[in-house]
């Protein structure tokens, strides 16, 4: 694997800008400009491979369902992690061809619908966790917890919410074929969401419902491929110590024991930044250079060591 080559995680919420507008031309717009910034790190010589997030995406496609269940049946999360794959790494693979276009840059773009296969005795299956779907009173959910087997629990006073399992991911299936591509000069759209779900049993892949962190995902992938760089995106420039309060203190270059200690401490939130700590660590153990979280528009910055945080062993 070239030492050009690197990957970026792309937020799902990244991809929507408005909670008030959610539109597919608005999401397409969102990746249009994601694109722009990835296409600025290709005319310097980086050959990235792209993952993106989609949990908001998954929760348009459940509400769709629920809204059309008197007609057509549920489907399964694995299933619908691949429509998500496939519909954002179509707006991602067109976005970034118009923007190469643009620059004169003559690369290929690819989507790869990708799965990650999880173990079925994963502690997180006996314990869900991540929220899925839409917002309903008590009652809806113990009835669909009867009915359906749901696992649910109330989401901080907002309502309550289908919960699934979110296990660690084992291995990413198209992996070589991701590594060819790229080998061959191809920009790679691939492991959306985390990748869908499945497990290997008796040789066979068989669908899971669960939901896969991206950002670990992404980091297996990244260690798998031995790229040295994993750049994970999200809404701040930097990682930061005391976020949010009047002592809060920005993190630019940190080693990976300074990192894995601030998270032992509790210093990184449990649903945002401690997932893309854990992510970035766990690429640096298995042979990764560099980890740098950072937003999208001081990606290139950051790549440069200008910009974002850094984590290296």
């Given at each position: 694997m070239?030492?050009?080559?690197?990957?970026?995680?792309?937020?799902?919420n990244?991809?929507?800008?408005?909670?008030?507008?959610?539109s597919?031309?608005?999401?397409?717009?969102?990746?249009?400009?994601?694109?722009?910034h990835?296409?600025a790190?290709?005319?310097?010589?980086?050959?990235?491979?792209?993952t993106?997030?989609?949990?908001?995406?998954?929760?348009?496609?459940?509400?769709?369902?629920?809204?059309?269940?008197?007609?057509?049946?549920p489907l399964?999360?694995d299933?619908?992690?691949?429509?998500?794959q496939?519909a954002?790494?179509?707006?991602?693979?067109?976005?970034?061809?118009?923007?190469?276009?643009?620059?004169g840059?003559?690369r290929?773009?690819?989507?790869?619908?990708?799965?990650?296969?999880?173990?079925?005795?994963?502690?997180?299956?006996?314990?869900?966790?991540?929220?899925?779907?839409?917002?309903?009173?008590?009652?809806?959910?113990?009835?669909h917890?009867?009915k359906?087997?749901?696992?649910?629990?109330?989401?901080?006073?907002?309502?309550?919410?289908?919960?699934?399992?979110?296990?660690?991911?084992?291995?990413?299936?198209?992996?070589?074929?991701?590594?060819?591509?790229?080998?061959?000069g191809?920009?790679?759209?691939?492991?959306?969401?985390?990748?869908?779900?499945?497990s290997?049993?008796?040789g066979?892949l068989?669908?899971?419902?669960?939901?896969?962190?991206?950002?670990?995902?992404?980091?297996?992938?990244a260690?798998?491929?031995?790229?040295?760089?994993?750049v994970?995106?999200?809404a701040?420039?930097?990682?930061?110590?005391?976020?949010?309060t009047?002592?809060?203190r920005?993190?630019?270059?940190?080693?990976?024991?300074?990192?894995?200690?601030?998270?032992?401490?509790?210093?990184?939130?449990?649903?945002?930044?401690?997932?893309?700590?854990?992510a970035?660590?766990?690429?640096?153990?298995?042979?990764?250079?560099?980890?740098?979280?950072?937003?999208?528009?001081?990606?290139?910055?950051?790549?440069?060591g200008?910009?974002?945080?850094?984590?290296?062993?």
């Amino acid at each position: 694997m070239s030492s050009r080559a690197l990957v970026i995680a792309v937020g799902g919420n990244a991809l929507i800008k408005d909670p008030g507008e959610v539109s597919v031309a608005s999401q397409a717009e969102a990746v249009r400009e994601s694109a722009e910034h990835i296409t600025a790190l290709i005319a310097a010589g980086r050959t990235p491979v792209v993952t993106h997030g989609n949990g908001p995406q998954v929760g348009f496609l459940l509400r769709r369902a629920e809204l059309a269940l008197d007609e057509l049946p549920p489907l399964p999360l694995d299933v619908l992690g691949a429509d998500t794959q496939g519909a954002t790494g179509y707006l991602f693979s067109r976005s970034l061809r118009g923007c190469l276009a643009q620059q004169g840059i003559e690369r290929e773009v690819v989507a790869v619908v990708t799965q990650s296969v999880v173990d079925p005795d994963d502690p997180a299956f006996a314990a869900p966790s991540k929220p899925v779907g839409s917002f309903m009173s008590q009652e809806e959910a113990r009835e669909h917890e009867e009915k359906d087997g749901w696992s649910v629990r109330e989401d901080s006073g907002r309502g309550w919410r289908r919960v699934v399992p979110s296990p660690a991911p084992v291995e990413i299936v198209e992996c070589e074929v991701i590594r060819s591509l790229v080998d061959s000069g191809c920009i790679v759209v691939a492991a959306g969401g985390g990748g869908i779900p499945v497990s290997r049993e008796d040789g066979r892949l068989n669908g899971v419902e669960a939901v896969i962190d991206k950002d670990l995902a992404s980091a297996l992938l990244a260690s798998r491929l031995g790229v040295p760089d994993l750049v994970i995106c999200t809404a701040v420039e930097q990682v930061y110590l005391d976020f949010g309060t009047p002592e809060q203190r920005a993190l630019s270059t940190i080693t990976a024991q300074e990192a894995r200690s601030y998270l032992e401490e509790g210093h990184f939130g449990k649903g945002s930044m401690a997932p893309k700590i854990e992510a970035a660590l766990n690429f640096l153990e298995a042979g990764g250079e560099r980890a740098i979280i950072t937003s999208l528009e001081s990606l290139q910055d950051a790549v440069a060591g200008r910009a974002g945080t850094c984590i290296t062993n």
